[in-house]
């Protein structure tokens, strides 16, 4: 059974910082892994999308890499903003359910003025 | 509009109820989804629509469960009898076909008294 485990649960950080949330994920038989963020009240917002034969994908301040082998996938924000406060969602599908996505905890991340 | 629309936004009922929520996708999504977020045991899958038909049906936590898509757009999710345990946020997501990336709307919020 796949489960998906992201590290820390929550996370403030004065502005400016750089900073990594971690996800990991026990059968690395994965069709792709998605971040999402969350604003609370709010449905989740694709921020990155992996396929399984990608090393990474950036989008702006954001980076997200994957490492099949070892289960683990990485968020790396550059210069944190105060706008970027959300709860960010890692989330994995499977080879032979791509349909289905399998969610993390996720982590509550503040980014102090 | 532009976005996956879920109504209502918010729905108090009390223990033994019916609750009907609905899913308006994105307009040309052929696969369709429900979760459920709650604070026990956070984002779950619930089922799978792939035009009107339910492949995936599996996450639905009992048969007072039950779900239909009809002209290939809206959805809706029913639950009988609710109980207390059924109070969570119930997300609807969308996507062009099953192997793109999933939309989500703001979700429903759903509390049982």
């Known amino acids: 059974k796949q489960e998906v485990t992201q590290i820390p649960a929550a996370l403030s950080v004065p502005e400016g910082e750089n900073l990594v949330l971690n996800c990991s994920f026990t059968?690395?038989?994965?069709?792709?892994l998605q971040w999402f963020r969350q604003d609370p009240g709010k449905g989740l917002t694709s921020l990155l999308l992996i396929q399984s034969s990608q090393r990474e994908q950036t989008s702006g301040r954001l980076n997200a890499s994957l490492d099949k082998s070892s289960g683990r996938s990485t968020l790396y924000i550059a210069a944190s903003q105060p706008g970027d406060s959300a709860t960010y969602l890692c989330a994995v599908s499977r080879m032979d359910s791509s349909y289905k996505l399998i969610f993390g905890s996720g982590t509550r991340l503040l980014v102090r003025p | 509009g532009a976005g996956v629309s879920q109504s209502p936004s918010n729905k108090v009922t009390e223990k033994g109820k019916d609750v009907e929520l609905r899913c308006d996708p994105i307009?040309?999504?052929?696969?369709l989804y429900w979760y459920r977020q709650s604070l026990g045991q956070g984002l779950e899958f619930l089922i799978y629509f792939q035009g009107n038909s339910a492949p995936d049906k599996s996450g639905l936590p009992s048969d007072r469960f039950s779900a239909e898509r009809t002209g290939g757009s809206v959805s809706t999710l029913t639950i009988q009898r609710t109980q207390q345990e059924d109070s969570a946020v119930y997300l609807c997501a969308s996507s062009l076909v099953s192997t793109e990336p999933q939309h989500f709307g703001d979700g429903t919020r759903l509390s049982i008294l």
């Open positions: 059968d690395s038989a994965i069709y792709n």
């Open positions: 307009s040309g999504h052929t696969a």
